[in-house]
């Protein structure tokens, strides 16, 4: 009798052990489910949103192809339509397949010495950025800083340029290169917020407008998926807004075309002007606002 009351007394226990088990996975399971539909939520959109995110998705695509600093306003735009944070993701996933159309088209026209001297520093600050989100989830502390930089080196460039004319030195200094291939890094991991930095580069090295776009469309094509893990690692990039990405392919492709045909018409002069004056305005607000 006393054995048999023993191995019932085990008997419930296993079974109250169990139960309590099947309960904590229930709700494990529920709140999973929770989440789930939380993150979904999160990229439901309504009309005005679907006619923004549209909209910057062609601003993406005119400057892939043709004028870079055309998408100064998309950061600010897709941060109106959804969660800051979400949209840095989703933005990500519209650059990567509007980088496709770029690289196919300007797939000759990249020198590759720019490229292969900015992209060591530019991983660098990717996984330095990386951890900056891990610990703050916000940029806007480093966003005026950035900002100032930026506008200071366009400041030093447009002196440059000016009192020794077209006779200024290119910069070739190795620190030149590491120093705003790190740069570039950090922003874009951030914020996709690098394009003010590649300008001061690309004009520092007096390159043709073809092969300025050239060259920015395929450095950033090789960031850009190098950035895909630490954003997915940091739920900033999930299936949902990689659907949405697809979705938006169309506008994408109409924006590469627009910038492709701009880009055949516009002058050099004026194209070096607009895309300083895109970058300057872009500092600005990473600096105010």
Not at 171 to 189: K, N, S
Not at 205 to 229: C, H, S
Not at 260 to 283: E, M, S
């Amino acid at each position: 009798m006393i054995i048999f009351d023993y191995q019932l007394s085990i008997a419930n226990c296993q079974l109250q052990r169990r139960l309590k088990t099947d309960r904590l996975q229930s709700l494990e399971f529920k709140q999973a489910v929770n989440n789930f539909d939380k993150g979904a939520d999160t990229l439901e959109l309504e009309l005005s949103g679907w006619i923004i995110v549209a909209l910057c998705a062609m601003m993406i695509g005119i400057s892939k192809t043709g004028i870079p600093g055309v998408a100064i306003l998309v950061v600010p735009m897709m941060a109106i339509a959804i969660p800051a944070r979400e949209s840095v993701g989703l933005l990500l996933g519209i650059l990567i397949l509007a980088d496709i159309f770029a690289v196919a088209y300007h797939r000759h026209n990249a020198l590759w010495t720019h490229v292969l001297r900015l992209l060591p520093p530019a991983l660098a600050g990717i996984a330095a950025g990386y951890f900056f989100l891990r610990l703050i989830n916000d940029d806007n502390q480093l966003k005026p800083i950035i900002g100032g930089i930026v506008l200071l080196m366009l400041g030093v460039h447009f002196w440059r340029t000016k009192t020794s004319g077209k006779d200024a030195a290119i910069p070739t200094q190795w620190w030149f290169a590491l120093v705003l291939g790190f740069m570039a890094g950090v922003t874009t991991m951030m914020a996709n917020a690098a394009g003010p930095v590649m300008v001061i580069y690309l004009l520092a090295m007096r390159l043709d407008k073809i092969e300025y776009v050239g060259t920015q469309a395929w450095f950033f094509f090789v960031v850009n998926w190098l950035k895909v893990p630490f954003s997915s690692n940091l739920n900033m990039m999930t299936a949902e807004s990689v659907k949405l990405d697809l979705m938006m392919l169309p506008f994408i492709a109409a924006g590469a075309v627009i910038g492709i045909f701009f880009l055949k018409r516009i002058p050099q002069k004026t194209f070096a002007a607009v895309v300083q004056i895109l970058a300057a305005v872009a500092a600005v607000k990473l600096l105010f606002f």
